[in-house]
């Protein structure tokens, strides 16, 4: 097993992508803590992990707000008593609209949810990380960091942001026995997120749906959509000793989208 004994938080993960980490690292020995806004999806995957001999917790909690994201470190330690890992994958996409009409008030949230708790809960695991010296963190991050797409100003902006932030943190952490990397996912069409912004952009463009994905599809190497266990997966392999000398890196698992 990959992680056998290892402690993760994974935030996002009632569903899609953190969904799937959590249950692939489950299998690889991990005991998870999941969190999202959504109690029902949260006990479901949670469920789905102790009845395949997995060990799983979680809370609810919203992650704009910086209690929340406060109250997600402190239950995952009183239930496991420490973190190892840390994923942090939680977010939405905001309004799909160009810049001068992007409410400001959405903007913010967009940032809080993906940037701001990325930057409290790896401020909050870290210093028991250096503590023992050991830990990894990996930000879910997407190409839209790197790439130009018009109509997610916000959630484009909150994305590179990870990057920087994976850097910095890499760059203080290395020399103390932690890595930091991140994940640029092209497009997962499985998850709710993805299905609702492809239908959103096909309204605004005027074409059917299936036009509109097979569109942007035919734009990457593969031909395809990523799958939220091929995301999974890398999260996996980073979260190894595997990885053991990789840091401070941007990983796309996107099938040829991007290529920087």
Not at 7 to 28: K, M, N, V
Not at 103 to 116: C, G, S, W
Not at 157 to 181: I, W
Not at 184 to 193: K, Q
């Given at each position: 097993?990959?992680?056998?004994?290892?402690?993760?938080?994974?935030?996002?993960?009632?569903?899609?992508?953190?969904?799937?980490?959590?249950?692939?690292?489950?299998?690889?020995?991990?005991?998870?803590?999941?969190?999202?806004?959504t109690e029902k999806e949260l006990?479901?995957?949670?469920?789905?992990?102790?009845?395949?001999?997995?060990?799983?917790?979680?809370?609810?909690?919203?992650?704009?707000?910086?209690?929340?994201?406060?109250?997600?470190?402190?239950?995952?330690?009183?239930?496991?008593?420490?973190?190892?890992?840390?994923?942090?994958?939680?977010?939405?996409?905001?309004?799909?609209?160009?810049?001068?009409?992007?409410?400001?008030?959405?903007?913010?949230?967009?940032?809080?949810?993906?940037?701001?708790?990325?930057?409290?809960?790896?401020?909050?695991?870290?210093?028991?990380?250096?503590?023992?010296?050991?830990?990894?963190?990996?930000?879910?991050?997407?190409?839209?960091?790197?790439?130009?797409?018009?109509?997610?100003?916000?959630?484009?902006?909150?994305?590179?942001?990870?990057?920087?932030?994976?850097?910095?943190?890499?760059?203080?952490?290395?020399?103390?026995?932690?890595?930091?990397?991140?994940?640029?996912?092209?497009?997962?069409?499985?998850?709710?997120?993805?299905?609702?912004?492809?239908?959103?952009?096909?309204?605004?463009?005027?074409?059917?749906?299936?036009?509109?994905?097979?569109?942007?599809l035919e734009s990457i190497l593969?031909?395809?959509?990523?799958?939220?266990?091929?995301?999974?997966?890398?999260?996996?392999f980073l979260c190894s000793e595997?990885?053991?000398?990789?840091?401070?890196?941007?990983?796309?698992?996107?099938?040829?989208?991007?290529?920087?």
């Amino acid at each position: 097993m990959l992680l056998k004994d290892r402690i993760a938080l994974i935030t996002g993960s009632g569903r899609g992508i953190g969904r799937a980490i959590a249950q692939l690292f489950a299998t690889e020995g991990a005991a998870v803590f999941l969190t999202a806004r959504t109690e029902k999806e949260l006990s479901a995957t949670a469920e789905e992990i102790t009845e395949g001999g997995g060990r799983a917790a979680f809370v609810t909690g919203d992650l704009a707000k910086e209690a929340d994201c406060r109250a997600v470190f402190e239950k995952a330690i009183a239930s496991f008593g420490r973190v190892d890992i840390l994923v942090n994958n939680g977010g939405h996409y905001g309004p799909v609209v160009p810049v001068e009409e992007y409410p400001m008030e959405e903007f913010d949230r967009v940032l809080a949810v993906h940037l701001r708790a990325a930057f409290l809960l790896s401020k909050l695991v870290l210093p028991g990380m250096y503590e023992r010296r050991r830990g990894v963190i990996v930000n879910i991050s997407s190409i839209s960091a790197k790439a130009a797409y018009s109509w997610g100003s916000a959630y484009a902006a909150a994305k590179a942001g990870l990057l920087g932030l994976t850097r910095y943190n890499a760059a203080e952490a290395a020399r103390k026995g932690v890595r930091v990397n991140a994940i640029c996912p092209g497009p997962v069409t499985e998850t709710e997120m993805s299905k609702d912004l492809g239908a959103e952009l096909a309204r605004k463009l005027n074409i059917d749906k299936d036009e509109q994905l097979a569109g942007f599809l035919e734009s990457i190497l593969q031909g395809r959509g990523q799958t939220a266990k091929e995301i999974a997966e890398a999260a996996l392999f980073l979260c190894s000793e595997k990885a053991s000398a990789i840091t401070g890196q941007a990983i796309n698992v996107d099938g040829g989208a991007v290529f920087y």
